[in-house]
């Protein structure tokens, strides 16, 4: 099966997971203002989401920068995020701290150098950009801090389908706000590793001030926001000055809005692969694989 269809399968079988999930028990809050989140690419936004929904209570960090300051997770719970659980970093941080492993393989040498493992689902069997898993990683950091209900994924699904069915052009600048900037960090990695494109992610107000003296006439802004007499501004001075603007109808219940923002993203870079006639993701043939493998 070429990874572009096996993506595709993941992406919809995101629907089944969610009506079977079964949400983690949240941690009191006085255990949370002792809890760290870690994790690299993917798994680093789904630590990030853990953060943000915990109001601040619990942190996320790079689990590099967790082996190198080892004061950072001192007398912490540290929570590793990572699907194969074989990312080098985490596993030499995880010998450091009182580390649970959140991976789809109980016996990787993750698993076997933290205290605890959390299990998620393994995905569809085909190695490929991660949607199923982030996903299912991202609600188990996240329950670990609040109570959540899973919504209806169905109507969520169609709705990110049909917002997705649009076109980006030039360069990719993702904008999210307290709740959506990891999702947009996630949304930066599928366009990297499915596409192989130019993304960026950024904060709202942060775009104004930075990444917006590089965008070109061309380029494409993804607002993962509801929609504000803010974000209403900057789309008109955008449009303005030539550059696309995509702003889907972000739902406000901050769980439905994870869904629905995780899945649109998935489905926005599936459609561009799919009328570029890609069969194989980026990440597959990338000369820079081998690299991250390594690290």
Do not use: W
């Not at 949304?187 to 499915?194: H, I, Q, W």
């Amino acid at each position: 099966m070429d990874t572009i269809t096996a993506y595709e399968l993941d992406i919809e079988s995101q629907t089944g997971m969610l009506e079977s999930y079964r949400p983690q028990r949240p941690l009191p809050a006085k255990k949370q203002k002792n809890t760290v989140f870690a994790g690299s690419g993917d798994s680093l936004a789904a630590a990030m989401l853990a953060e943000r929904h915990s109001g601040g209570l619990a942190r996320a960090a790079d689990p590099l920068e967790l082996y190198r300051n080892p004061g950072i997770a001192e007398s912490k719970d540290v929570y590793f995020v990572s699907v194969s659980g074989n990312t080098i970093s985490n596993i030499r941080a995880a010998k450091r701290t009182n580390s649970t492993a959140i991976t789809s393989d109980p016996a990787s040498r993750l698993a076997r150098a933290s205290g605890s493992v959390i299990t998620v689902g393994p995905g569809c069997g085909t190695f490929t950009a991660g949607s199923v898993t982030f996903l299912e990683c991202a609600l188990a950091c996240v329950s670990l801090v609040r109570r959540i209900r899973v919504p209806r994924s169905r109507a969520i699904f169609n709705a990110a389908r049909l917002a997705a069915r649009t076109r980006t052009s030039g360069r990719v600048f993702i904008l999210g706000s307290y709740h959506t900037y990891p999702l947009a960090m996630y949304g930066a990695a599928k366009f990297y590793e499915v596409l192989g494109h130019d993304a960026h992610y950024t904060r709202m107000e942060q775009f104004s001030h930075m990444e917006l003296f590089c965008a070109d006439k061309g380029d494409t802004v993804i607002i993962l926001e509801e929609k504000n007499p803010h974000n209403r501004e900057l789309r008109h001075s955008l449009k303005k000055a030539g550059i696309k603007t995509i702003q889907p109808d972000v739902p406000s219940a901050k769980i439905p809005q994870l869904v629905y923002c995780t899945v649109f993203l998935q489905m926005l870079v599936l459609y561009e692969a799919k009328r570029l006639k890609l069969s194989e993701c980026h990440f597959v043939t990338s000369k820079m694989r081998k690299t991250s493998n390594d690290m």
